[in-house]
């Protein structure tokens, strides 16, 4: 049964950093495409970032580029999401999931999310 | 940025009653994907490359379309079908989703 599972969350004042770890089971982790969507009552389901099987690759959302790093260690089956400068914007749901190669690609796997608060 | 457009964003049906979303894309995409989410869980995939039904979804769901209007429709509804529904591209990055339709039971 395939696994995802994201820690690290948690409220955190403007302007401080911290780490999002999802750990995955179940799958061979090092076969697939990883990124982080969050999610907010206000804006829905948003992409953040994604990376290629074996890292070389990264992609951001505009408004995250300079702030966050999306980064993956296979030996571990895990994968990261260092946030730094938190706004009060990024305070949403962040879900870590798995998406499909090629160009018909969507996120087939998702965690249960993990929940970040940015507030003085 | 593709922008996904849904309507409605809710409805409410009675059990047997069709069910319609639309999800219409600001440029054309190759392939629609949708999502099914309940209160307190994690999005689910439930309709991929535009028609095809994910692992365990019922044969009442079927996605159609094309270009720039694609749609998810439910033949007969049925009360655990009440949930949020998401559509979402990747015909080009950054991938998008849909602001959702929330289907209520009537």
């Known amino acids: 049964e395939v696994q995802l599972v994201e820690s690290g969350g948690g409220l955190v004042q403007p302007g401080r950093s911290l780490k999002l770890s999802c750990a995955a089971s179940?799958?061979?982790?090092?076969?697939?495409?990883m990124a982080w969507v969050r999610q907010t009552p206000t804006k829905g389901l948003e992409w953040v970032a994604s990376i290629s099987t074996g890292g070389g690759n990264t992609y951001y959302r505009d408004s995250v580029k300079g702030r966050f790093t999306i980064s993956r260690d296979n030996a571990k089956n895990t994968q990261y999401l260092q946030m730094d400068s938190l706004r009060s914007e990024d305070t949403a749901t962040y879900y870590c999931?798995?998406?499909?190669?090629?160009?018909?690609?969507?996120?087939?796997?998702w965690g249960q999310g993990v929940m970040v608060t940015v507030s003085s | 940025e593709i922008v996904l457009t849904q309507s409605p964003t809710t409805i409410a049906a009675s059990p047997g009653e069709k069910v319609t979303i639309t999800c219409r894309a600001s440029?054309?995409?190759?392939?629609m994907y949708w999502y099914q989410q309940k209160p307190g869980a994690s999005p689910k995939p439930w309709i991929y490359?535009?028609?095809k039904l994910a692992s365990g979804v019922p044969n009442r769901f079927s996605g159609s379309g094309s270009g720039t209007s694609y749609s998810l429709t439910i033949n007969t509804m049925e009360t655990e079908d009440a949930a949020t529904y998401y559509c979402?591209?990747?015909?080009?990055?950054?991938?998008?989703f849909g602001g959702g339709t929330k289907l209520e039971l009537k």
């Open positions: 179940g799958f061979t982790f090092s076969n697939y495409g």
């Open positions: 490359d535009t028609s």
């Open positions: 440029s054309s995409v190759s392939y």
């Open positions: 999931a798995s998406f499909t190669s090629g160009y018909r690609r969507y996120f087939d796997y």
């Open positions: 979402q591209q990747w015909s080009s990055t950054p991938p998008t």
